[in-house]
């Protein structure tokens, strides 16, 4: 019975802290999609070239994000953000 009991525990821990995790990408992925937005707006210097790609991967992560897929969505926000640092670091 105490095992069973045990089980049961570590298997809610287990699905709370997935579900939080969740969450968590969830707002991660908010958070950079605002950043790269900002960035775009008030990166005067861009060119058109990667301010294209940058647009590009921006709605790619909001389709990924719309598809709960969150864990795309920020690694493709991270691609935006070191692209537009990437250019402003070459001029």
Known sequence: MKRSALA?????ATMLASSA???NDSDQCVMKLQEVNSKLSSAATLDAATK???ITKV???KAA????N???CVSLTQQ??????????SH
């Open 80 to 89: 935006a953000l070191q692209d537009i640092q990437s250019h402003l670091n």
């Open 8 to 12: 049961g525990l570590l298997i809610a």
């Open 21 to 23: 995790y969740a969450s």
């Open 59 to 61: 709605e790619q992560a």
């Open 70 to 72: 969150d864990k795309e």
């Open 52 to 54: 294209g790609v940058v």
């Open 65 to 68: 994000h719309a598809a709960n």
